[in-house]
């Protein structure tokens, strides 16, 4: 059993800064890639960042310069530092990632439940 839990979302002005956190906890062997979405009502999820087991990022356009993504494999836990925020990025922030509970599993993806992050003045 894997379970993600995200921490860190909340109300902010625009302009202001928040650090999501996502930790995995449970059967992990190892992890995989790990990634921070949003969703916002009407729209699809949409993905925001990604990184890899080694460190390798990638970025949505509309952040890209603004949020990092980053991550503790000691802890399994992945990072979202959100910069000069916007009411665009007013949303519900879930991460997933990419689990193996043993050496040779293929992988299994879980998702945490979200975490609403609102900017607004």
């Known amino acids: 059993q894997v379970q993600l839990v995200e921490s860190g979302g909340g109300s902010v002005q625009p302009g202001g800064s928040l650090r999501l956190s996502c930790a995995a906890s449970g059967n992990i062997f190892t992890i995989g890639g790990m990634g921070w979405y949003r969703q916002t009502p009407g729209k699809q999820r949409e993905l925001v960042a990604t990184?890899?087991?080694?460190?390798?990022?990638t970025y949505a356009d509309s952040v890209t310069g603004r949020f990092t993504v980053s991550r503790d494999n000691a802890k399994n836990t992945v990072y979202l530092q959100m910069n000069d925020l916007t009411a665009e990025d007013t949303a519900i922030y879930s991460c997933?990632?990419?689990?193996?509970?043993?050496?040779?599993?293929?992988?299994?993806?879980?998702w945490g439940q979200g975490t609403q992050v609102t900017v607004s003045s």
């Open positions: 997933n990632a990419m689990i193996r509970p043993w050496r040779w599993h293929p992988g299994t993806t879980y």
């Open positions: 990184i890899t087991e080694s460190g390798r990022t």
